[in-house]
């Protein structure tokens, strides 16, 4: 009996191997048609990998469309958490 591979969750993404990104990057654009990944001025591939490997560029990107994240994405939560307990 085949295995299904374990599903990656949003807080996990960074965790991707770098070449799973590219390859997965490249079927894109194959499969956009593009001529190329890469030209003056765009680079799917950079855009791609930096968004799903460092956290505070996903968050600028995420910032920029108005995408929201939950608060435990970034410790958030936990700061609140520990600024709340110095209050009390």
Do not use: W
């Amino acid at each position: 009996m085949e295995q299904c591979p374990s599903l990656i969750h949003g807080n996990e993404i960074h965790l991707i191997d770098k070449r799973e990104i590219r390859r997965a990057t490249k079927k894109m654009v194959e499969a956009l048609g593009l001529a190329a990944g890469s030209t003056d001025g765009f680079d799917i591939y950079k855009v791609v990998e930096r968004y799903f490997t460092d956290l505070d560029c996903r968050h600028e990107i995420n910032t920029m469309l108005d995408i929201e994240e939950s608060p435990d994405y970034y410790g958030d939560l936990e700061q609140m958490r520990e600024d709340a307990l110095l209050v009390d």
